[in-house]
Structure formats: structure tokens, C-alpha cells
């Protein structure tokens, strides 16, 4: 066991040895280390976040999709009540179009028939008083017995 | 090897490997082998390391960057298990201890005989006696390096210690424990100095206790059992392959232990 000045040596190698890696190897690598770990971190996290907002969404999806289902299930429904509605309403107005043409036909009958009526009467009147121009043989003045023609032709 | 001539028996041989190839005299002698390819590791380490840091990207990473940042992982991961405090140079030193000695127990691996007949090949072609072409190739079998190592840390121990606690909180951790009467102190302190020394002798005698144990027991499987070694290697390799590593860890993790023990005022 000889103690000598390879002892000196071997503790000044150690020494820069341990400078050298204190100064230039370890701050490097054991930051690279750190930043890459957060970075891993950092990129889990993120990929948790997007599934949970994946989850989120989906939930949201077919929230909204039942949404819209129920939306469309009321239209039709109301679609269904208005189309009911529409058609009493459309049947309702044709009655009673029906009703008021029925009605203007019976007055217009009526009217023709009063008209009809009255030409009759004239007519009987004209005849009656030619019928009885006739009879007495000589001409009946219409303007003096107009009076005597109206209270037959009313009479007819 | 026993090509080498007469002069090679197996104590020589044993010797020989057990032998660093030195320089100098007396306390300056200088262990070239050692320093040699202990600088050269620890350069393999820091480069090789620094040049995965330069281009150290955030996207990802290529092999070599997973492997280093693998390594740079576990170790922070130990010293932010062990060592409470802020301190910028622990988990550097923590590093530079693991692998450095990590990488000088691999030395262990290469076949005993590999490196240093290289080099008394290479010694002879320059002119050199074979004979006196020694080559220690594991740093860590050298007390040398361990010890610079354990010293080290045991600076740092003391400098943070007197930094945290002050002089005086220090010198009151040394002899107001364990038994806190002032008629006890010097027997505390007598006790807390040989704990506190013990620290860094077992630091560094543990890591060159284990590898130079290593070294010698391949030494002895290549320079006694002749054809037998070769299974015998292998399996003295494999249980070795546990202990390299191993034992970086435990100089590592002990150096943290003792650096927050200094860290950790009463």
C-alpha cells in the first residue's frame, strides 16, 4: 500500500472532473429532463381535458338529438291538429257556401217567380181589358179607367 | 505469459500484475497507469456525456441520450431521495463519482493479462525489459484513487458542515455527543473524531477492498489453474459483474448520506 503523488493527481482529476460536470453536463441534461417530463405532463393533461370535452360533447349530442326529436314529434302532432283543423274549416266554409248559393238559387227562383207572376197578371189584364173592348165593342180609354184596370189587375 | 523466461514463476507473475507502473521517488512517485487511464475514463465520461447535453433535445430523444439521461434519472432520483437540502453540487458529484468509478471497476472485465502483455509488448519494441513493463490497468485497486475519491468527498463534508452549522456548531456536533455532561466531552470528542475520520477510510478501503479482491482473484484463477480457468473465469466474471457496479453505487449513495449528514443542522 504506497500513498504517494498519484493521490495529489487522482484528487485534482476528481475535482474537475466534478467541475466540468457540475458547469457543463448536468444543468444541460437534467434540464432537458425536466422540460420533457413537463411537456409529457403538460401533453397528458391535455389529451384527458379533449376526453373528457369528448365526453361532454357526445353527452351534449344526443341531449340535443332527443331535443330534436321531441321537437319534431310536436310538430308533427301539431302539424296533425292543424291539418284536422284545416279540413273542419275548409268543410264548415264549403256548408255554408253551399247554404248561401242554396239561398241566392231559392231567391232568384222566387223573384223569377214573382216576375213571372206579374207579367201574368199584366197580361191578363191587357187580355181581360182587350176581352172586354171586345165585349162592349167599342175602345175602353186606358188612362181614364186605369183606376178600374189597377183594382182587377189586383184583384187577379 | 510463461513464454517470458525462467524468471516468470507464479509469485512473479502475481507480483507483476500487483505492480503499478511507476515514476518518481519516494512520496513523489507517480503512479502512471493509474492516472493514465483514470483520466482517461473519466474523459470518456464527461465527453462522451457532454456531447449527449450539448444536443440534448425535448422531442425524442435518441439511444445514447435515453441511455444518459437513464443514468442521470436514477442518480438524481437517489439523491433527491437521500438529500434534503439545496445544494447545485450534490447531484453533480453524485454523477461523476457513480460513473467515473463505474467505468474504472469495468476495467476489471478486460481479461488480466490483455493490457499489460500490450504493454510490455509495445515496452520491448521500445527498447524496455519486458520484465519491468508494468501495467496496473483498474484504478480503483489503486488506494491512490480511492482515496482521492474519499478525500474529496470528506472536504466537502467538513467545508459544508462548517458552512451550515458554523465552526462552533460544528466543533459542538464533535464533542456534545453523545453524552452531553461537560465532564464527558473529551471522551465525545475522541469518539466523534474517529467516526468522523472512519468515514471517508471506510469510503475509500471499501471500494478498493472490494476491486482489488476482484483483480487478485482473477489473477490468481489466470496464474495457477492453467486450462481450468476458463470456465472459471467466466464465472468469477459474471459474479464480478455484480460487485462493479455495486460498489459505485455504494460509494455514490454513501457520499451522499455522509454530504446531508453535514447538511443537517441540529
Given at each position: 500500500m504506497n500513498i504517494n503523488a498519484t493521490l495529489l493527481g487522482e484528487l485534482i482529476a476528481f475535482v474537475f472532473f466534478v467541475w466540468f460536470t457540475m458547469k457543463y453536463v448536468w444543468p444541460p441534461l437534467n434540464g432537458a429532463i425536466e422540460d420533457r417530463q413537463k411537456k409529457i405532463a403538460d401533453g397528458l393533461e391535455a389529451s384527458e381535458r379533449a376526453a373528457k370535452d369528448l365526453e361532454l360533447a357526445q353527452a351534449k349530442a344526443s341531449e340535443q338529438l332527443k331535443e330534436a326529436k321531441a321537437q319534431a314529434a310536436t310538430i308533427i302532432e301539431q302539424a296533425k291538429k292543424r291539418e284536422n283543423q284545416i279540413i273542419d274549416e275548409a268543410a264548415q266554409k264549403a256548408r255554408v257556401e253551399a247554404e248561401k248559393i242554396l239561398a241566392q238559387g231559392q231567391s232568384e227562383i222566387e223573384a223569377e217567380r214573382n216576375r213571372a207572376k206579374e207579367d201574368l197578371r199584366k197580361q191578363v189584364a191587357v187580355l181581360a181589358i182587350s176581352g172586354a173592348e171586345k165585349i162592349l165593342e167599342r175602345s175602353i180609354d186606358a188612362t181614364a179607367h186605369a183606376d178600374i184596370l189597377d183594382k182587377l189587375v189586383e184583384e187577379l | 505469459m510463461a513464454a517470458n523466461g525462467e524468471a516468470l514463476t507464479t509469485q512473479g507473475y502475481i507480483q507483476h500484475h500487483l505492480t503499478n507502473a511507476a515514476v518518481g521517488?519516494?512520496?513523489?512517485?507517480?503512479?502512471v497507469d493509474t492516472l493514465a487511464w483514470s483520466i482517461a475514463l473519466g474523459l470518456v465520461f464527461i465527453l462522451s456525456f457532454r456531447s449527449v447535453a450539448k444536443k440534448a433535445?425535448?422531442?425524442?430523444?435518441g439511444k445514447f441520450q435515453c441511455f444518459v439521461e437513464m443514468i442521470v434519472e436514477f442518480v438524481s432520483q437517489s439523491v433527491k431521495d437521500t438529500f434534503h437540502g439545496k445544494n447545485a453540487l450534490i447531484a453533480p458529484l453524485s454523477l461523476t463519482i457513480f460513473v467515473w468509478v463505474l467505468l474504472m471497476n469495468f476495467?476489471?472485465?478486460?481479461?488480466?493479462?490483455f493490457l499489460p502483455s500490450f504493454a510490455q509488448w509495445v515496452g520491448g519494441l521500445m527498447g524496455y525489459d519486458p520484465h519491468h513493463v508494468?501495467?496496473?490497468?483498474?484504478?480503483?485497486?489503486d488506494l491512490n484513487t480511492t482515496l482521492a475519491l474519499a478525500l474529496g468527498v470528506f472536504a466537502l463534508m467538513i467545508y459544508y458542515s462548517i458552512k451550515i452549522k458554523g465552526f462552533g456548531g460544528f466543533m459542538k456536533e464533535l464533542y456534545a455527543h453523545?453524552?452531553?455532561?461537560p465532564w464527558l466531552y473529551w471522551f465525545n470528542f475522541i469518539l466523534e473524531v474517529i467516526a468522523l475520520i472512519a468515514k471517508p477510510m471506510s469510503l475509500a478501503l471499501r471500494l478498493f477492498g472490494n476491486l482489488y479482491a476482484g483483480e487478485l482473484i482473477f489473477i490468481l484463477i489466470a496464474g495457477l489453474i492453467g486450462i481450468w480457468q476458463l470456465p472459471a473465469h467466466f464465472i468469477w466474471a459474471a459474479f464480478h459483474l455484480l460487485v462493479i457496479p455495486l460498489q459505485a453505487f455504494i460509494f455514490m449513495m454513501l457520499s451522499i448520506v455522509y454530504l446531508s449528514l453535514a447538511h443537517e443542522d441540529h
Open positions: - | 521517488e519516494g512520496f513523489w512517485t507517480w503512479h433535445t425535448l422531442g425524442v430523444p476495467m476489471d472485465i478486460i481479461p488480466v493479462d508494468y501495467m496496473k490497468v483498474v484504478p480503483t485497486t453523545p453524552f452531553n455532561t
